[in-house]
């Protein structure tokens, strides 16, 4: 009884993107999935290894709610049911940071997300070139997810192997095939002249933003540039659709000059700060676990995961 009416509650306020309960169930390997009704929010909630007790965390790689305000009071509910609550709010939320400040423990400045004003000049020359050189060789239009679905697995096992992906972000197929299925999803492929995909990246739309989820190539891809011709020809597909569009931020857990925060930058036209926030709902079995892993007073939280592959 209890699930069904939060399952009408969810469906009286569709959503799209990470907002959208079905993006989170696409996660349940990583979690069971949780909906906070008075927020609109999604958790997933996590065993904490060995140990009996059990911790929650957003979905990868943003947290979304349609009533911040109201999150606090959905937190409360899971008192004695998860030790903690980390997640990474939607930079593009409706909250303040003291609205932050009001539902966590721990708010803490990650690093910023690079972010295009589409009704502002975007785009510098050298990405521009790169863009029209790959057009030589690739084409690159938007298709349905049915359409990419097959192609976008191979990519992205490509993609495992190449960087050594593990943990959250190592997606089953099973899971794309689920995140295929969430709605606000907008893919862009690059194929070669013989119909071969090379490269394609997956956004989320929500409301007036679209927010850029995962990219992939091949060899064949990278060596082609083809993410230059993608990224254009999806900038230019969301004009007049959105205002914004989110690219994320670098690699690593601060800005740089690595090649993708270079690339990234190079199309934006403005920044937006994406925080890390944390919860501790029972501060006495937190301080157990962070003991017994060895993790009192490391700044990572929540500290008894330390060390764990996010």
């Not at 904490?48 to 999150?71: E, K, N, Q, V």
């Not at 539902?103 to 000049?121: G, I, Q, S, T």
Request: proline share 5%; aromatic share 12%.
């Amino acid at each position: 009884m209890h699930d069904r009416v939060l399952n009408e509650a969810a469906d009286t306020h569709p959503v799209t993107g990470y907002a959208n309960r079905a993006y989170t169930e696409a996660l349940a390997e990583f979690g069971t999935p949780i909906f906070l009704p008075r927020s609109g929010g999604n958790l997933l909630k996590r065993p904490i290894c060995g140990t009996g007790s059990y911790d929650a965390m957003g979905p990868y790689p943003l947290f979304a709610c349609a009533d911040w305000s109201r999150l606090a009071e959905d937190f409360e509910t899971l008192r004695g049911d998860v030790v903690s609550i980390a997640v990474a709010p939607d930079p593009f939320g409706e909250y303040s940071v003291d609205t932050l400040r009001g539902c966590f423990d721990r708010v803490v400045e990650f690093k910023a997300h690079f972010v295009v004003d589409l009704d502002r000049p975007y785009g510098v020359r050298h990405h521009r070139y790169y863009a029209r050189k790959a057009l030589r060789d690739v084409t690159v239009d938007v298709c349905s997810p049915a359409e990419l679905l097959k192609d976008w697995v191979r990519l992205y096992q490509h993609l495992i192997e190449r960087h050594a992906v593990k943990g959250i972000k190592a997606f089953s197929p099973q899971s794309f095939e689920r995140q295929f299925e969430a709605p606000g999803l907008v893919c862009v492929r690059a194929r070669l002249a013989d119909g071969e995909c090379v490269g394609a990246h997956l956004w989320y739309v929500q409301g007036n933003v679209a927010y850029s989820h995962l990219a992939a190539s091949n060899d064949v891809g990278y060596r082609l540039s083809s993410s230059y011709a993608i990224y254009e020809a999806a900038l230019k597909y969301f004009q007049g659709k959105v205002r914004w569009v989110d690219l994320g931020a670098g690699a690593g857990t601060s800005a740089g000059a690595d090649g993708l925060t270079k690339f990234k930058e190079g199309w934006s036209n403005d920044t937006r700060m994406a925080y890390f926030c944390g919860r501790v709902l029972d501060p006495v079995r937190y301080a157990e676990l962070a003991r017994v892993a060895g993790a009192e007073g490391v700044a990572y939280f929540p500290a008894y995961r330390n060390g764990e592959l996010a």
